[in-house]
């Protein structure tokens, strides 16, 4: 995507802002990771989350099909 001379300028405007700078430095500190507790990542809430998530999607699993490969390299 390019931007035109005008948005070019614009956003180095805004960049200059103090405002704007202050708002995206709150952002940065209020910011919150509902995977991560206590510093270490949390399995059992990350799996919830996409099982909720697949429901609500109206998502149906797919059959489990055994992989019958052999030789397997990456």
């Given at each position: 995507m390019k931007f035109s001379e005008k948005d070019k300028k614009e956003f180095?405007?805004?960049?200059?802002?103090?405002?704007?700078?202050?708002d995206f430095e709150n952002?940065?500190?209020?910011?919150?990771?509902p995977f991560v507790k206590n510093?270490?990542?949390d399995i059992e809430k990350y799996i919830e989350f996409l099982n909720q998530y697949n429901e609500f999607i109206n998502h149906t699993?797919?059959?489990f099909k055994?992989?019958?490969d052999r030789d397997m390299r990456l």
């Amino acid at each position: 995507m390019k931007f035109s001379e005008k948005d070019k300028k614009e956003f180095i405007k805004i960049s200059k802002s103090k405002k704007i700078r202050e708002d995206f430095e709150n952002l940065r500190k209020k910011r919150h990771n509902p995977f991560v507790k206590n510093g270490k990542v949390d399995i059992e809430k990350y799996i919830e989350f996409l099982n909720q998530y697949n429901e609500f999607i109206n998502h149906t699993p797919k059959p489990f099909k055994k992989i019958i490969d052999r030789d397997m390299r990456l």
